[in-house]
């Protein structure tokens, strides 16, 4: 399956060496990820949807090329989802919507914090208090329920494809929102890493 890397940035991912993704499939990241590498070799392609970030991005050297800014109609929730009120959508959706378009069909999700019940876990940004992520950007607990009904639409949308959540070791399943799609699963991160090996080991002696 053609597999991709959907890079949120909740505090979730924090400690798990990003650069272990390189060449195991397409990284897509979003907002201020690419501060963290100065020599631009990931994400792949950087998400993003709100002006203010937009506006870093485009003044910073980060390849123009590999930098999506989805169509206005894109940054809003879809349609389908609730055709009376429809409200923003996020980069961290988006940036696996762009995945899918390019034709990716599983899709390994890092960060995603509103799948964490703590609210006091759930709300966090790695960026807090930088540029673009003052106050007026921070998420309330309402909104995280929000995207968990969202993902799920998107998920049962989309039943193709594989959205797998990969989250540290908070504790047991309790400790997350549970969508109800059957093509969405999750995963702790030694899982993950484990998995990702194997397949590598089975390319190579192929």
Same mark, same amino acid.
């Given at each position: 399956?053609?597999?991709?890397?959907?890079?949120?940035?909740?505090?979730s991912r924090k400690g798990f060496d990003l650069k272990f993704l390189k060449?195991?499939?397409?990284?897509?990241?979003?907002?201020?990820?690419?501060?963290?590498?100065?020599?631009?070799?990931?994400?792949?392609?950087?998400?993003?949807?709100?002006?203010?970030?937009?506006?870093?991005?485009?003044? *910073?050297?980060?390849?123009?090329?590999?930098?999506?800014?989805?169509?206005?109609?894109?940054?809003?929730?879809?349609?389908?989802?609730?055709?009376?009120?429809?409200?923003? *959508?996020?980069?961290?959706?988006?940036?696996?919507?762009?995945?899918?378009?390019?034709?990716?069909?599983?899709?390994?999700?890092?960060?995603?914090?509103?799948?964490?019940?703590?609210?006091?876990?759930?709300?966090?940004?790695?960026?807090?208090?930088?540029?673009?992520?003052?106050?007026?950007?921070?998420?309330?607990?309402?909104?995280?329920?929000?995207?968990?009904?969202?993902?799920?639409?998107?998920?049962?949308?989309?039943?193709?494809?594989? $959205?797998? $959540?990969?989250?540290?070791?908070?504790?047991?399943?309790?400790?997350?929102?549970?969508?109800?799609?059957?093509?969405?699963?999750?995963? $702790?991160?030694?899982?993950?890493?484990?998995?990702?090996?194997?397949?590598?080991?089975?390319?190579?002696?192929?």
């Amino acid at each position: 399956m053609k597999k991709a890397f959907i890079i949120g940035n909740g505090p979730s991912r924090k400690g798990f060496d990003l650069k272990f993704l390189k060449g195991k499939g397409t990284v897509y990241g979003c907002n201020a990820l690419y501060r963290n590498f100065p020599k631009f070799d990931l994400p792949d392609y950087l998400v993003a949807i709100d002006e203010k970030i937009i506006e870093e991005i485009e003044k *910073s050297k980060f390849p123009e090329d590999r930098f999506i800014v989805p169509p206005e109609a894109e940054q809003w929730e879809d349609p389908g989802f609730n055709p009376y009120r429809r409200y923003r *959508s996020n980069a961290g959706m988006n940036a696996m919507l762009e995945a899918i378009k390019a034709g990716h069909t599983s899709l390994y999700c890092f960060g995603f914090d509103f799948m964490i019940r703590n609210p006091k876990v759930a709300l966090g940004n790695l960026y807090d208090g930088t540029n673009a992520y003052g106050p007026e950007t921070r998420t309330r607990y309402e909104d995280n329920i929000n995207r968990i009904k969202y993902m799920t639409f998107l998920a049962r949308k989309y039943h193709n494809i594989e $959205f797998k $959540f990969v989250v540290p070791r908070y504790g047991n399943r309790d400790e997350y929102h549970i969508l109800e799609a059957k093509n969405v699963t999750g995963m $702790f991160y030694d899982k993950f890493v484990e998995v990702i090996n194997s397949e590598q080991k089975k390319v190579a002696n192929a």
